[in-house]
């Protein structure tokens, strides 16, 4: 099974801050990386699939790179609504593991 | 709008069985793969199981095979997972989600329904 490793676990930042979260792969899984945000008491939303492309809606400060084995889940100039939880995903194959979730929180 | 509707979560003693559902509205059904991930108290995201659109191909993680069956229903518009054999550790909110045609991202989540298994 692919493992996905996300860093840091936890980070604090203050509104209008840029943060980058990691997420590492314990093998190749080309683009099939996607990204989700999930605030307390709700169902998880998309953010961002095939690595890089934003799903509808989603506000242009956030931003993912990466393929291969190492992501990176960027937003710019983070915004009160930002702090949640984020976690990453792989689709390349069964099973569809998810990272370990890295909190938002507020400085 | 597209929308996914859980029910059927409760309580169940260690052993019991539990039949979760989820109704789907607003998009072709039948049209889509569809998974469960289940989320225990506090802690993240687990995927529990996928089907294809037809129920032709179904796949589990290893933590529930031989215990939960998925299955739909395309003319009800509705998913289930059927769960037996509950153990302590199968405690969790679990949530239907639509896998999309981009990369299989689960782009349309439920609410989620909790399951507590406990004496």
């Known amino acids: 099974d692919i493992q996905m490793t996300q860093s840091p676990s936890s980070l604090s930042a203050s509104v209008g801050d840029r943060v980058s979260i990691t997420c590492r792969a314990s093998?190749?899984?080309?683009?099939?990386l996607i990204w989700y945000q999930q605030k307390p008491g709700k169902a998880p939303k998309l953010l961002i699939y095939?690595?890089?492309t934003l799903h509808s809606g989603v506000p242009s400060r956030f931003s993912g790179s990466g393929s291969g084995t190492d992501f990176t889940l960027t937003i710019n100039t983070l915004q009160p609504e930002d702090f949640a939880i984020y976690y990453c995903?792989?689709?390349?194959?069964?099973?569809?593991?998810f990272g370990g979730g890295t909190k938002v929180e507020i400085k | 709008e597209e929308q996914l509707l859980e029910s059927g979560g409760g309580l169940v003693q260690p052993g019991g069985s539990l039949t979760l559902s989820c109704s789907a509205s607003?998009?072709?059904?039948?049209?889509?793969?569809m998974s469960w991930v289940r989320q225990a108290p506090g802690k993240g995201l687990e995927w529990v199981s996928a089907?294809?659109?037809?129920?032709?191909?179904?796949f589990y993680a290893d933590s529930v095979k031989g215990r939960f069956t998925i299955s739909r229903d395309n003319s009800k518009n509705t998913l289930y997972l059927r769960m037996n054999s509950l153990r302590v550790e199968d405690t969790a909110t679990y949530f239907c989600?639509?896998?999309?045609?981009?990369?299989?991202?689960?782009?349309?989540w439920g609410q989620g329904t909790l399951v507590t298994v406990s004496s």
């Open positions: 989600a639509k896998q999309g045609y981009l990369k299989d991202a689960f782009d349309l």
């Open positions: 607003g998009f072709t059904f039948s049209s889509y793969a």
């Open positions: 089907i294809s659109g037809s129920g032709g191909s179904t």
């Open positions: 093998q190749s899984i080309s683009s099939y």
């Open positions: 095939a690595a890089s």
């Open positions: 995903q792989h689709t390349y194959n069964i099973p569809f593991t």
